[in-house]
């Protein structure tokens, strides 16, 4: 089973400014077979990126992803009110598919 | 487009029983892997188990492997999930997720809780 985790656990940063989430693999993830949720509190997570870094569709280009083998980013230019919530990685590279134990991206 | 809609959620005790049923508006609802993904309290998430668009194929992780049983009814657009067994770590929101052209998720339902205690 391949293992995502997650950095940092928590990031505080002000609307405005730029986030950087990571995620490493416990082993290479093919094909670049990730992908990044954003789930608000109460809310089902919803799909930001798949490919990597594909953005999904009505997904603001704000929202960016990279990477490949064992280390991938999503990345925020600008934060805005809306995008504070918890981000989650997920390989589809092999199965069991795994996710990370996310990222929450709080208000400084 | 399927629009998920969980339901059947509920207090249960260890050892018991419990059904999860996933209503989906469209029209092509059959033409879709359907899965079903978990979140236990304050946790991450976790992929349960998926069915092919016709039914034939199921697959589950090993964590619930011989204790759960995913199904779908194509003529009334629904997908279950039979839960037996069921353990304090069973506890966690079932949501209804769609497979997208791959296995990544596309679009998922509000979700339904499940809590297994005595």
């Known amino acids: 089973e391949i293992v995502l985790t997650q950095s940092p656990g928590t990031l505080s940063l002000s609307p405005g400014e730029r986030a950087t989430l990571s995620c490493r693999a416990s082993?290479?993830?093919?094909?670049?077979?990730l992908a990044w949720y954003q789930q608000k509190p109460g809310q089902a997570p919803r799909l930001l990126i798949y490919?990597?870094?594909s953005r999904a569709t009505g997904i603001p280009d704000r929202f960016s992803g990279s990477g490949s083998g064992t280390d991938f980013t999503l990345t925020i230019s600008r934060l805005e009110p809306e995008d504070f919530a918890v981000f989650y990685c997920q390989q589809y590279s092999s199965s069991p598919w795994t996710f990370g134990q996310g990222t929450k991206v709080e208000i400084k | 487009e399927v629009q998920p809609l969980e339901s059947g959620g509920g207090l249960v005790q260890p050892g018991g029983s419990l059904r999860l049923s996933c209503a989906a508006s469209?029209?092509?609802?059959?033409?879709?892997?359907m899965n079903w993904v978990r979140q236990a309290p304050g946790k991450g998430l976790e992929w349960v188990s998926g069915i092919s668009g016709g039914g034939g194929s199921t697959y589950y992780a090993d964590s619930v492997l011989g204790r759960f049983t995913i199904s779908r009814d194509n003529s009334k657009n629904t997908l279950y999930l039979q839960m037996n067994s069921l353990r304090g770590e069973d506890t966690a929101i079932y949501y209804c997720?769609?497979?997208?052209?791959?296995?990544?998720?596309?679009?998922w339902g509000r979700g339904t809780l499940v809590t297994v205690s005595s």
């Open positions: 082993q290479r993830v093919s094909s670049t077979y």
């Open positions: 490919g990597a870094s």
């Open positions: 997720a769609k497979k997208a052209a791959d296995w990544y998720f596309d679009l």
């Open positions: 469209g029209s092509t609802f059959s033409s879709y892997v």
